[in-house]
């Protein structure tokens, strides 16, 4: 990242992993298969079982990347303060790595990253970031702070790659890491017929090839699964290489599909 900390390529997604057994076997399961990468937030309301979850394994804690957010309803500079004491209580794993702005809400986002900033130079989380950032919003933000984000985290997949390009070039241009949620479509595309095809000629599930996808664009890719068999095969992503003519054919799928909530949107 531009601040000169490593982060994994590769994580764990923790959106709609409930708190408990679920979300807990579920950061096993990768810790096991080889994830090093956590993303939680929140407003997911599972950094307990996070916590729980990495202070229980052997792997060290200095080998774990933790990203959590502060959500919509706690921006403000005080209020963001306080959100990130929580976060950091129910974590209770010495330190957080990554704290974003989960969105760029009207109103009160600037106090909020000098909040970020502030958490920064107390040394609270080694880097702060934002998510689902689009230009205006990054503009404003690389106007008003001298602080550059270390990453930008925002919707990517071969359905709105080239809708979001601006976005992905500017975040480029400064050194900011764009980090690709959903990159599975949450599911949705995995059965079309064009993705299969590039699949089948790779010897590749649908789900690898997007995710390979984001790895040769340079995004840090964070696939949920709760399920041991997805979340072996999202791990093994390293072994293959998608050629330019997939890489295009792919690009060229963008239909400026947003499956949650569109940023283009007021939040
Ligand atoms: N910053 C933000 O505003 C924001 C917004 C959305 C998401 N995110 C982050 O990005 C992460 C990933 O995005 P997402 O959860 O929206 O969706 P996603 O990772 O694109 O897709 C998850 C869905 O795909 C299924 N799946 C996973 N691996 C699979 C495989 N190999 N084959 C077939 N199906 C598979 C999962 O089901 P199973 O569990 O059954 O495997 C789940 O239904 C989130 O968990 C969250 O950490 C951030």
């Known amino acids: 990242m531009n601040n000169g900390y490593d982060i994994p390529a590769l994580g764990l997604g923790m959106w709609k992993l409930p708190e408990g057994d679920e979300a807990e076997t579920a950061v096993r399961l990768a810790l096991e298969a080889g994830y090093r990468l956590f993303d939680s937030a929140a407003w997911y309301g599972n950094e307990r079982s996070l916590g729980r979850s990495v202070r229980n394994s052997s792997v060290p804690r200095d080998q774990v990347f933790i990203t959590t957010k502060v959500w919509n309803t706690d921006h403000g500079y005080q209020p963001a303060l306080q959100a990130f004491e929580e976060s950091y209580r129910s974590l209770d794993l010495d330190h957080v790595d990554l704290y974003l702005i989960h969105w ?20 609270r989380c080694r880097s702060i970031g ?9 503009e404003e933000l690389l106007d008003r702070s001298e602080v550059i984000p270390a990453v930008n985290q925002i919707e990517l997949h071969p359905w709105n790659y080239l809708s979001r390009k601006s976005t992905v070039d500017l975040c480029n241009q400064k050194g900011i890491l764009v980090e690709a949620y959903s990159p599975l479509t ?22 690898q090839i997007l995710l390979r996808w984001g790895i040769q664009h340079d995004f840090v ?47």
């Open 104 to 123: 760029p809400v009207e109103g009160k986002r600037m106090d909020t990253w000098r909040a970020l900033e502030t958490l920064l130079e107390e040394r």
């Open 130 to 138: 934002v998510s689902n950032y689009l230009v205006p919003h990054l």
């Open 221 to 267: 890719v964070i696939p949920k699964s709760s399920k041991e068999e997805h979340i072996g095969e999202n791990a093994a992503i390293f072994d293959f290489e998608l050629s330019e003519r997939h890489m295009d054919l792919l690009d060229s799928f963008d239909r400026g599909l947003a499956t949650g909530w569109d940023p283009t949107g007021k939040p």
């Open 186 to 207: 949450k599911g949705r595309m995995l059965r079309n017929r064009g993705l299969r095809d590039v699949a089948e000629a790779c010897g590749k599930t649908p789900a």
